[in-house]
């Protein structure tokens, strides 16, 4: 079993920044697959940034890229998500998720966290 807490989540300004966190406890953290979804009010769980166990592989949706950084502490067992010139589209509800594997041409997880809210106003 894994663990999953986020933090950070919070009510931010269009243009501002947020760096979310999610400590990992459980099964061995440095060897998973880590990455950060998201969900939309009526919309699908979409995946964000993906980062492999080193941190040397990194994936990113095109809707985050170049705005949003996914990291690893492994020391730590801690993913982040900075995430930087936020716009109101990406007010949702944001998730870590462990253990990523490949699904049809996406990744799916084993583990979720509880999520945390980003607000994201005009």
């Known amino acids: 079993q894994v663990q999953l807490v986020e933090s950070g989540g919070r009510l931010v300004q269009a243009g501002g920044s947020l760096r979310l966190s999610c400590a990992a406890s459980?099964?061995?953290?440095?060897?998973?697959?880590m990455g950060w979804f998201r969900q939309a009010p009526s919309k699908e769980r979409e995946l964000l940034a993906r980062?492999?166990?080193?941190?040397?592989?990194?994936y990113y949706a095109d809707s985050v890229k170049g705005r949003f950084t996914i990291s690893r502490d492994n020391n730590k067992n801690t993913v982040y998500l900075q995430m930087n010139s936020l716009k109101p589209e990406d007010t949702a509800v944001y998730y870590c998720?462990?253990?990523?594997?490949?699904?049809?041409?996406?990744?799916?997880?084993?583990?979720w966290g509880q999520g945390t809210q980003v607000t994201v106003s005009s």
């Open positions: 998720a462990a253990e990523l594997s490949p699904y049809g041409s996406s990744w799916w997880p084993n583990y």
């Open positions: 980062i492999n166990w080193s941190g040397a592989d990194t």
């Open positions: 459980g099964r061995s953290f440095s060897s998973s697959a």
